[in-house]
C-alpha cells in the first residue's frame, strides 16, 4: 500500500507542525478518508513528489487536484 504524507498549513500556506503518515490503498481512499478528520485548516495530501489533493475546510465541490 502507498505511504501518503498529510500536511495541516496555515492561512499563509506554511505547515503546521510536521506531517502525519498515513497508508491507504489508492488516492481516492486519502482524499476520503482525509476529508473526514478535517480540523477547520487546509490540508495537502503527499505520495512521494506528487501532490494528491489540496482540501480547503470550506470546500464543498471536492478537493482541488
Known amino acids: 500500500m502507498p505511504e501518503y504524507r498529510i500536511f ?3 492561512d499563509a ?7 502525519e503518515a498515513i ?3 489508492n488516492d481516492q ?6 476529508r473526514k478528520t478535517l ?3 487546509t490540508i495537502e495530501i503527499w505520495e512521494g ?3 494528491i ?3 480547503r475546510p ?3 465541490e471536492g478537493p482541488r487536484v
Not at 29 to 34: G, L
Request: glycine fraction near 10%; charge should be positive.
Open 8 to 10: 495541516r498549513l496555515d
Open 13 to 19: 500556506g506554511k505547515i503546521l507542525g510536521p506531517s
Open 23 to 25: 497508508q491507504f490503498e
Open 29 to 34: 481512499n486519502a482524499v476520503r478518508e482525509t
Open 39 to 41: 480540523s477547520g485548516a
Open 49 to 51: 513528489p506528487r501532490r
Open 53 to 55: 489533493a489540496t482540501i
Open 58 to 60: 470550506n470546500e464543498n
